[in-house]
C-alpha cells in the first residue's frame, strides 16, 4: 500500500515509525514532514491544508490510504473533499469528516453532544457578543474557579482558568468583545472547574466498534512541578497507574459507549481517533473536551505500547472490519521527555544547530520543529523534539528518556527533568 501521513509535528513522527514497521506499507509519504521523518518514508512539501495539492499528489502517486495526523485539515474537512471528488472517493481517508470534527472545532458543539448523549462533564453555559451582559451576570452565580473556553481552534491557547470574579469578568469581556482568540472566541463557554487529575483516553472506530488504545497522561506546564506557562506538550507517560481495571470500566460504560453510539444514533459518521480528555474526580470520569485526533506528546509513548500491526488496524477502520483485528498493547510503560527551543511557549529561537542526536542509549527521538539547513538539523518550532523511551517500570522508563535527552544539545534547549514524578 502507498500512504500518505498529512502533518509535521511530532505526533506524526511517531505514525511514520509505526507505519513504516508494516509489512503491508509499500511507500510512506508524509506532507511536509520534519527533518527526522525522512527516514521513515519520504517528505512531500504540501501544506496538510492544501486540498488541490494533497488531490494532485495523492493521484499522480497512487496514493491507497490517507492518514490525517492534526486537527486543522479535518475541522477544515480534508475527509469531505475526498469523498466529494470523483477521482478520491474510494481513497479511504483516515480521521472523521467536518462535522464530526466538530466534537474539537466548537466547543460549544461537543458540550451539546455531551448533554444530549449523558456523556458525565461539568456544568456549563455559551455565551456570545451579543449575550456578553448575560455572561457577566452569569459569572456572579457560576462559583470560583471557573473556566473559560473559546468555542473554536486557538492552537491549545484558548482556555482560561479564572480564580477572581473581576479576572473572569474581564477575560470573558476580553474574549467575547475584543477577540482575543480571534474568531476562536465568537463564542465563549463558561464551564464548572473540575478538581482531579487529568487523564488523556483513545479510541480508535470505524463508525461501528472501536478499539480503546493505551492511555497517557501528559504534562502541560513548561516548569518544573507543574508551573509556569501552559505548552503544548512538555511529556507524557503510559500506561498511567490510577487508571486500573475499574476506572476503565468506568470510562467505557459512560463515555466511550455513549460518545460511539451517539455519533451512530445521529447520523455522523466517524472513521479515526477520538481523544477523550478526561478528569479523574474522586474515581469518577469527566469528559473535559473532545479531540477529533490523536494528542501530542502523548502519541509518541501510546505507538510505543502498540504491539499490533498499525498500519492493519487503519484498514480496519477504512473498511469498517475494525472488530475483526487482533490488538495487543505491551504492558511495559513507555515515557516521553519533549525538548523545547529556548522562549517557548512565548517567542522562541529558532535556527539553532542540533547534535548529539545519534548518542541516544535506549530511546527513539521523534522530531517535530526541525528543518534541514544543508546537512544540519536545526530548530524550526516551539516544541522540537520528543524523546520516548519503553523499558519494564515507570522508573526506568523515566530515567532513560529523561537521560537520553540530557545527551542531545542545542543553543536553549529546554525540558523537564520531573514528568511522571506525580505518578512513582
Not at 509535521?8 to 521523518?37: D, H, M, V
Request: charged share 20%; hydrophobic share 40%.
Amino acid at each position: 500500500m502507498n500512504i500518505l501521513l498529512l502533518g509535521s509535528g511530532g505526533r506524526e513522527s511517531a505514525f511514520a515509525w509505526k507505519i513504516a514497521q508494516s509489512p503491508l506499507c509499500s511507500n510512506l509519504y508524509i506532507a511536509p514532514g520534519n527533518a527526522g521523518t525522512p527516514q521513515y518514508g519520504t517528505n512531500v512539501n504540501i501544506s496538510a491544508t492544501d486540498f488541490e495539492g494533497i488531490k494532485t499528489f495523492t493521484l499522480a502517486n497512487a496514493i491507497d490510504m490517507v492518514l490525517v495526523g492534526p486537527e486543522e485539515p479535518l475541522v477544515k474537512g480534508v475527509h469531505d473533499f475526498f469523498l466529494n471528488d470523483d477521482a478520491l472517493k474510494n481513497i479511504p481517508v483516515i480521521g472523521p469528516q467536518a462535522e464530526a470534527a466538530q466534537l474539537e472545532g466548537s466547543k460549544d458543539f461537543s458540550k451539546q453532544f455531551m448533554e444530549r448523549n449523558n456523556v458525565p462533564t461539568a456544568a456549563s453555559k455559551t455565551f456570545t457578543q451579543d449575550t456578553l451582559q448575560e455572561g457577566l451576570t452569569y459569572l456572579e452565580t457560576a462559583g470560583l474557579p471557573i473556566v473559560l473556553k473559546a468555542d473554536g481552534l486557538a492552537a491549545g491557547k484558548g482556555v482560561l482558568i479564572c480564580t477572581t470574579l473581576e479576572e473572569a469578568k474581564q477575560e470573558l469581556t476580553e474574549m467575547l468583545s475584543h477577540a482575543k482568540f480571534g474568531a476562536a472566541s465568537s463564542k465563549v463557554v463558561i464551564e464548572q472547574f473540575l478538581k482531579g487529575i487529568e487523564l488523556s483516553v483513545f479510541v480508535l472506530t470505524d463508525g461501528n466498534s472501536y478499539k480503546i488504545l493505551p492511555e497517557a497522561k501528559d504534562y502541560k506546564r513548561i516548569g518544573e512541578g507543574d508551573t509556569g506557562l501552559n505548552t503544548g506538550g512538555m511529556g507524557s507517560v503510559s500506561p498511567v497507574p490510577f487508571a486500573d481495571k475499574a476506572f476503565m470500566d468506568k470510562v467505557e460504560q459512560r463515555v466511550i459507549i455513549p460518545t460511539v453510539e451517539g455519533l451512530k444514533k445521529e447520523g455522523i459518521p466517524y472513521k479515526g481517533f477520538i481523544f477523550i480528555g478526561l478528569m479523574n474526580d474522586g474515581g469518577e470520569p469527566y469528559v473535559i473536551e473532545y479531540n477529533c485526533r490523536m494528542g501530542d506528546p502523548e502519541t509518541e509513548s501510546v505507538m510505543l505500547r502498540i504491539e499490533s500491526d498499525f498500519v492493519e488496524l487503519l484498514l480496519g477502520v477504512a473498511q469498517e472490519t475494525l472488530h475483526e483485528k487482533d490488538f495487543k498493547v505491551s504492558p511495559k510503560t513507555a515515557a516521553t521527555v519533549v525538548c523545547v527551543a529556548g522562549g517557548y511557549p512565548g517567542d522562541y529561537m529558532k535556527g539553532q544547530v542540533i547534535t548529539g542526536l545519534e548518542n541516544l542509549r535506549d530511546s527513539h527521538v521523534f522530531q517535530a520543529g526541525t528543518t534541514l539547513q544543508g546537512d544540519d538539523v536545526v530548530t524550526n518550532g516551539g516544541r522540537v523534539l520528543m524523546v520516548s523511551s519503553l523499558q519494564d517500570t515507570m522508573f526506568e522508563a523515566l530515567q532513560q528518556a529523561t537521560a537520553d535527552a540530557s545527551r542531545i544539545y542545542y543553543d536553549g534547549m529546554v525540558f523537564r527533568k520531573d514528568i511522571g514524578f506525580d505518578l512513582l
